[in-house]
């Protein structure tokens, strides 16, 4: 009884680190590092309220969710539909889409990568990289070499940018100024950035694993709000010291390209600090993230359709993914837009998908309490909720014209 008590016990915090884990690799991700790139060139220190904004609406947004799904241990079209029957179908169809959308980016992210790495163009880089996302995925095998890959080159990646952030001494005083007081306010670019980090379906990724895991119930509830927590914080700390690393670059004089067919302004940013080696490394890591990303948000994507067919079985799922990842190959390769503006489009795509799915959750939270629990939910979360919903809500309206045309360059 003992030993199974600490099986479980073990299992649970695997789940949760494994969540974490998740939500630290999405944030980090080629349309993080692209977006962040883009616009610390374009607005400089001032981008870094974008940031600290994101971090708090992220924290809002995961502890709501991972919360609500805890305790109702549902999935979140189930939690949709009992909010408000039917909004679970939209909701799924909108998570698809975006997570369709977010897989261009992918595709897009990964040909980036061989373009930093190999010169390749960076069409035939996406025909690789998808091509080899569906062989990876097809083989289980591969699928857990990757995984054990991400988690080497995800250390890497950090190290890179914590090096890069030490070399090129941003003007750090100013940052902080400016991330507390702003000298302008860019909303399209934090609804991107948003979109791009906890938007779409990576917000329900986390908390699907927690489900599938079995870490759910009222007794699990506290170390949940801490794993989000904790996530969170190293998160936030790892993308602050990213926006250090652009904008030292940036005010350092050098001039980032954010318009050329090929244009990669994170990795023309870590060549600038790091060298050619630095330039090589990166790329790579940007191909692997873009791959492992476009194989996750494939398959979370895909695991929506159980709400239109719960008997789905497992072979249907790999073949609709393996589909699902071929047709967002072929969308990349016919619209032809720079992978740079696809990996911002995605993020605000995302950004606009995000108020509907959390200001569901939030209604169940706060007014469903038979499916929360006799316990209860915090007010203090739920008045959070509540703003960020009407937050998030303002910036896709304002910022709905600026995001669509971002395909336009």
């Not at 799922?317 to 969308?331: H, S, W, Y």
């Amino acid at each position: 009884m003992q030993d199974n008590r600490k099986k479980l016990f073990s299992e649970r915090q695997w789940a949760l680190i494994a969540s974490i884990f998740l939500m630290a690799t999405s944030a980090m991700g080629p349309g993080f590092l692209t977006q962040t790139a883009t616009f610390t060139a374009k607005m400089g220190a001032a981008f870094g309220f974008g940031i600290l904004l994101s971090i708090i609406i992220d924290y809002v947004v995961q502890q709501n969710i991972w919360r609500v799904v805890t305790l109702t241990q549902m999935r979140a079209p189930e939690v949709a539909n009992a909010a408000l029957p039917g909004s679970g179908y939209v909701l799924a169809v909108l998570v698809i889409l975006g997570g369709f959308f977010f897989n261009i980016g992918n595709i897009a992210g990964a040909a980036l990568g061989l373009n930093a790495l190999l010169g390749l163009d960076t069409k035939w880089g996406g025909v690789i990289s998808g091509g080899i996302a569906i062989l990876i995925f097809a083989s289980k095998q591969a699928t857990a070499v990757v995984d054990k890959s991400m988690m080497v080159l995800g250390i890497v990646k950090i190290l890179i940018v914590v090096i890069v952030a030490i070399i090129v001494a941003p003007p750090v005083g100013d940052a902080f100024h400016q991330t507390i007081l702003p000298s302008h306010i860019d909303f399209a670019s934090i609804t991107t950035i948003v979109g791009g980090t906890v938007g779409g379906y990576i917000c329900y990724s986390g908390a699907h694993r927690l489900l599938d895991k079995g870490a759910v119930g009222p007794e699990n509830i506290k170390e949940v709000s801490s794993a989000a927590t904790k996530g969170i914080i190293v998160v936030g700390i790892v993308r602050y010291v990213l926006f250090l690393a652009i904008l030292g670059v940036v005010t350092s004089g050098a001039m980032i390209d954010l318009s050329s067919k090929n244009a990669n302004p994170a990795a023309q940013a870590f060549q600038y600090a790091a060298g050619e080696f630095g330039f090589k490394i990166f790329g790579l890591i940007f191909f692997a993230a873009g791959i492992s990303s476009a194989i996750g948000a494939a398959y979370t994507s895909v695991s929506f359709f159980t709400v239109f067919k719960k008997d789905i079985s497992l072979k249907q799922r790999n073949t609709c993914t393996v589909i699902f990842i071929a047709a967002a190959l072929l969308l990349f390769v016919i619209l032809g837009a720079t992978p740079a503006s696809l990996l911002i489009f995605v993020g605000g795509f995302n950004g606009l998908v995000l108020p509907i799915g959390l200001t569901l959750f939030v209604y169940v939270a706060a007014f469903r309490k038979d499916l929360i629990g006799h316990q209860g939910y915090p007010k203090w979360l739920t008045v959070l909720g509540i703003l960020t919903c009407v937050l998030t809500w303002y910036m896709g309206y304002i910022s709905f014209n600026t995001i669509f045309h971002y395909l336009e360059s």
